[in-house]
């Protein structure tokens, strides 16, 4: 003996075809998991897009220092005031416009005509020299290994950010001796 079907078109047994609770609490957690791993992948994006912000400008600091090597002969030392050496400004997890008119190392660092229009979360050392002077202290960690004797007009570039505010600053280097970037604390 079969079901009978009503004009409706619901069988006789009175029950209609749904999801049951248990199927769709599933349902919810799945998508709850799914959101959570999307949320931390954006997240690190936009955190890793930051300290490509600061690669690139390292780069754009590189191509300017060459440039001014091949006019004059030398590199631009950018940060030479005591007291307040990073450019546009201590990294301390704000966002700063590139020109900072009030600094005192602007007119050394507008020499090197490299902008920002969007400002960056980075404070950026230039530390130039010749081979009579001594290289600038790498304000890394782990301290990469630099030839102890140089024959030829240096620079060192270092950055600093601190992208999370949580005191832990992500480090570049970049120097004319090697075609190195070091990072340091990338995730942070």
């Given at each position: 003996m079969g079901l009978r079907h009503s004009a409706t078109g619901r069988n006789d047994s009175g029950f209609a075809r749904g999801f049951t609770l248990v199927e769709?609490?599933?349902?919810?957690?799945?998508?709850?998991?799914?959101?959570?791993?999307?949320?931390?992948l954006v997240r690190k994006h936009f955190k890793d897009a930051k300290t490509t912000e600061a690669a690139a400008l390292i780069?754009?600091?590189?191509?300017?220092?060459?440039?001014?090597?091949?006019?004059?002969?030398?590199?631009?030392?950018?940060?030479?005031?005591?007291?307040?050496?990073w450019y546009?400004?201590?990294?301390?997890?704000?966002?700063?416009?590139?020109?900072?008119l009030s600094h005192p190392d602007w007119d050394?660092?507008?020499?090197?005509?490299?902008?920002?229009p969007e400002g960056t979360q980075f404070g950026f050392l230039v530390r130039a020299g010749?081979?009579?002077?001594?290289?600038?202290?790498?304000?890394?960690?782990?301290?990469?290994?630099?030839?102890t004797t140089l024959a030829d007009p240096w620079y060192v570039i270092q950055a600093a950010g601190d992208r999370d505010r949580d005191g832990t600053l992500s480090r570049l280097l970049a120097a004319?001796?090697?075609?190195?970037?070091?990072?340091?604390?990338?995730?942070e």
């Open positions: 769709l609490l599933v349902v919810v957690t799945i998508t709850g998991i799914l959101a959570t791993i999307g949320t931390m780069q754009a600091i590189r191509v300017a220092e060459e440039s001014q090597r091949a006019e004059s002969g030398a590199y631009q030392n950018c940060s030479v005031t005591a007291g307040t050496p546009p400004a201590a990294p301390d997890g704000t966002q700063h416009a590139w020109q900072q050394r660092w507008k020499q090197l005509d490299v902008s920002r010749t081979p009579a002077n001594a290289l600038p202290v790498p304000l890394t960690t782990d301290k990469p290994t630099w030839p004319s001796f090697n075609g190195e970037l070091y990072v340091e604390n990338d995730g």
